[in-house]
Structures are given as structure tokens and as C-alpha cells.
């Protein structure tokens, strides 16, 4: 599709974004009702979209139709991160006005602010903690095979400076960033599907957990690592590691933290094929979410703070484990943050659960197409995981006779070789 067009640019600059999601759609040969079911709507529901003229327009619904299309954010008003907190927050008719001032708010803020250290952190843990961060926040942009080089002489610098240390102390708050390191080494590993290797950081990073005496650390080190085991499918083994990880966050634990690993033992749970134990910690998950407040920066070692949002994309993750598209339904709407967040990789494997419950539902066109929407993003940043998802998802239908839009997403899964 070609942006730059005389019809798209004067339709962006009248306000008439419902002209833009139209002409995108007609380019790339998408029907109303396929693009409706790709964003968990109605057909009906994209044809008033798509006339709403220069009106409000309601911004969860265009998002996610910008997102499936691929269409620049600016052209229909939108921007990531601002489309995120107007989905998570329940505003369906902000108007482009309000909503693109306070776009303009969040960028204004300085990015290196939530860049924060630990607070015991001083001299060398300091600085190497905030590269580590950094890390992670490019890990929403940047393909894994780009960042793992950087990732692990910046781990071996860790850890050569750790066993240098002076003091036990120091040797203590050394570990804890290379605990922090190694994971996001393990991170980084499974994301290119080299499962052995991932293995092998996150049993490190857990290690260096336990030489830095940090009970957080060491419980958000094993949930890491059953986070890894579910989604291989190892349901009983990340089991036990999460009742480990409980059992250091101990009775105080912050809610963050019981959030996140309440999700986690979700997933666990649906692997075993258990929809009644993951409905339970999702139930959990939601009520710990309740007590985070508003203004609360997370808890050191989480970067980002947790939502209703994340915890409704792990029902919708559960629902497509399980096969029971009622639960991706339900979660959907409140999982749009998720959907249209800027860590496309992430992004890309919540829409192949989603693809997976329209193809459980008998969904066909909306599932491919949604597969194929993920699998492009898996191509861009080679990433193992999302491709091997892609494979996962195909080899669960058999026909003798697929239709084209399967054919085509053959074609393109057959080409891929990393």
C-alpha cells in the first residue's frame, strides 16, 4: 500500500479516518467481514466504521483496524502507546483532538525515566543495571539475534566484575544484575527458539538470584523460568517451579509481583488442561491487579507495571490453550492494550491465540489471516518462536483441500528458514 497517495493523505488530513481504514482495506483484498473478524468485531460494526466520515470515532476498534492493516498510526489519528492507554482505560469516543494531545504528553516525557535502578544500587551495580534495562526496552524493536551478542558480553562483563568484587556486599548486588542479565539472555534465547541455551541462562540466572540473597529476585527468576516450561508445554514442571517461586515471595508479597505470577500459574494450569485451576489464578490475578495503585511505579526487578489488560491477554492465552474460544471472547475487548501495544513480538503471539480460538470456532478466513498478520511480524525480527507458533497453529487444521488463504499462508511458512 502505497501511504504516501493523494486519496489516503487527504482523507488522514480531513479528520475522515474511516476513508483511510477503507482504502487500506481495498488495497490489501480484505473483505469488511474478514478485517471484523481479525479485530474481534462485526462486519456491520466495520462498515460504520469505515463511514463514520470526520465523526468521534470509537479508538479500540480503529486501532486494532490500523494495526491488522498496517496502516501508519498518524494517518488515522492514533499513536501506540496513546491507543494503548484509551483501550485499557475503557474511553471508546475520544475525540482525535484530546487524543492526540495527550500523545503529545507522553512523548514529551523524558525516556530515560523509568530507567531506574535498584534502590540499594550504587558505582558499578547502578550503571550496569540501567544497561541491562535498556536492553529490555529494545527488546520490543529490535530482533533477538541483533540483541543477543550485546545481551551476552554484557552478561560476561557482569559477571567478571562480580567475581572481582571487594566485598560480600557488593558481590551480593553484583549478582542480583547478573542474575537480571542472564535472564534476559534466556529471554532473548527462547525468542529465537533455542531452547536449550534458554534453559541454560535462566538456570543461571536463577543461580546468581540465590548468591544475591534477594528473595523477590530469586521468586521472579523461577516464575521466569515456568513461564518459559508452560509455554513449551511443560505444564507439571512449571507448576512446581511457581510454588517454589511463591514460596520465596512469602506472605508480603507485592501485588505486582502475586499478579504476574498468578498468570503464570494460569498458563501452567492450561497447558495441564486444568480450565478450572486456570480460571482460579486468573480470578486471583485479577484481584491482586485491583490493589495496584494507579500511580504505583513497579516493583524492582518488573520494569513495566501490570494492568487488567495483561491479566485479560493470559485468559485469552489460557482460552486458546484449552480450546475454549468463549474465554478469548470474553478477554478480548479488555486485552486491546495488549493487541495493539508497541512490543510487536508479544503482540504477534497474542494474535496466533487468537487465531487459534477463530480456527476452534470454525473461523477459517479470520484465523489465517490473523496467522498470516503474526507470521509477518515473526519473519521481520526472525523470530523462532512466533514462526514455530505460526507451524503449531497450521498443523492443528487438516484438509485435503485447504482454501486459498490457507494455501497462501503455506506458501509463506514453507519459505521460512532461520
Known sequence: MNWTAQAIRDASRRGDFGRVVSLARRAAGVSQRQLGDACGTSQSAVSRLEGRGTASYDMTILARAATHLHIPPRLVGLADHAAAHAAENGQPDVHRRN???????????????????????????????????????LDGTTPSRHLSEPVLA???????????AETPEQRARLAAVGSEAASLAGWLAWDMNDIGSARTWYGAAITAARTSGDRLLLAYQFGSLAGFEADAGNGAQALSLIHRAHRHLGEDASAIASAWLSTVEAQAHAVCGNATAADTALLQASHSTDAIQDDQQPPWPWVFTFTHSKVA????????????????TAAQERAAAALTSSHEKQRALLTLDLAAAHLTSGRLDGAFALATRALETGMRYRSGRIIERARALRRSYASPTPPKIVRDFDDRLHGIYL
Do not use: K, N
Open 99 to 137: 487524543f492526540l494531545a495527550g500523545t503529545a504528553a507522553i512523548a514529551a516525557t523524558p525516556a530515560l525515566a523509568a530507567l531506574r535502578p535498584h534502590p540499594t544500587d550504587t558505582g558499578q551495580a547502578a550503571t550496569l543495571r540501567m544497561a541491562t534495562t535498556a536492553f529490555r526496552r
Open 154 to 164: 554484557h552478561l560476561r562483563l557482569t559477571q567478571a566484575i562480580t567475581g572481582e
Open 313 to 328: 491477554a493470559a485468559r485469552l492465552t489460557c482460552g486458546a490453550r484449552l480450546g475454549v474460544p468463549q474465554w478469548v
